[in-house]
């Protein structure tokens, strides 16, 4: 087995001219056999064509492969574009010699074009003739949009003394404020568990990891991830209280993966924990931290290493939930820089503005007001992600 891909699947990527730049564009992944299968999809009420398809086929607990287009989101395309995500879905399964609802699509791109299913048409046969144990490469590629780098994680856990495998690849880069999931993400796993019992582990994995980051506060209209599981590993998870090491390592694999997101933020150069800890609640630490970490006053001041946390306290204040300004503390790391809600002077600022210079720190936001804590991961907002969106469809 390929120490980068989960046994019994194979994949690939392929150039179908979807791309305007030419490049990967195409990509599938498939299973040596029916398994296991759950998805999560996005909330937004404007939902492409292949999202809604999925929805619909997840149901039914099992799959066999998944076919991805760059380039075009297939989304605001009516009853066209559902139309062409279902001949999406059965060109591969007659490539593959499979039943057409084992297939599941996934599209990402510009938003609102006519969705080019005779580009896929065309290339579905070398697209499935390029399907092997290395290919997880080059499908990676082929689900990148402004992305700069590929998101692919591998980890290997215990089940009863019998190993399993998970492999986790991910595309985002703009547009990524998830409320379920992430842009695409997809996993594969050699575990022998009920769809069931897979959806409740990627819910709780899901909510934990890419629903705790944010590049630039929106919410796309494709976003998805799909797990299958084909049980080849003889690793099994039959309840629920059982599910502890594969459920651990599954919210590992994505955390990664959404952490990876966010260092390739457009435009980013930081990558940021927002912390806050001792909030009456845990869903008053969350809504503090997303406020302070989707605030572009707070990201603006991390791009230009600047520690001005007035922005930081500011934000907090807006939450909509109960704070005491009086009793907040805030750290850049382990420096305490706010206390009761007044700053610690000019010689702790200047040794904050030494940790704003890291690619990487962590922001902790102490309310003093109960046990809770929550985490959000951000990026900086720079000039770049200006520059990127503002011709992003020419």
Known sequence: MNDKFCQGFKACGIKAGIKKNGGH???????????????????????????????????????????????NANCCTGDDGLKKAEKMAQL??????????????????????????????????????ALSDDGITDFSKAILTTDLVMKLVTKTGNMDGKPFTITG??????????????????VMTDIDITPAILKETLLFATDRSFNRITVDGDTSTNDTVLVMANALSGARVDTIGKAAPFQALLTDVLTELAKMIVRDGEGATKLVEIKVVRAESSDAALKVAETIANSNLVKTAIFGEDANWGRIIAAAGRAGVPIDPDRIQ????????????????QAVEDKVSQILK??????????NMGNSEASVFTCDFSFDYVKINADYRS
Request: net charge negative; glycine share 10%; charged share 20%.
């Open 92 to 129: 591969a399964a007659e490539a593959l010699g499979i039943e057409p609802e084992s297939v599941l699509v996934a599209s990402t791109g510009v938003i609102g074009q006519p969705f080019p299913i005779e580009k896929i048409e065309k290339h579905t046969e070398k697209l499935v003739a």
């Open 358 to 367: 890291q690619k990487e720190y962590e922001i902790v936001v102490d309310l």
């Open 169 to 186: 690849v991910a595309k985002g880069s703009g547009m990524i404020r998830p409320d379920m999931a992430t842009m695409l993400c997809f």
């Open 330 to 345: 805030i750290y850049f790391n382990d420096i305490m820089m706010v206390e009761n809600g007044m700053g610690c002077g």
């Open 25 to 71: 564009d195409l990509g599938l992944i498939y299973a040596a056999v029916p398994s296991t299968v759950a998805g999560v999809f996005t909330k937004n009420r404007v939902a492409a064509a292949p999202v809604k398809l999925d929805i619909a086929r997840v149901k039914k607990g099992l799959a066999q492969a998944i076919i991805v287009n760059a380039g």
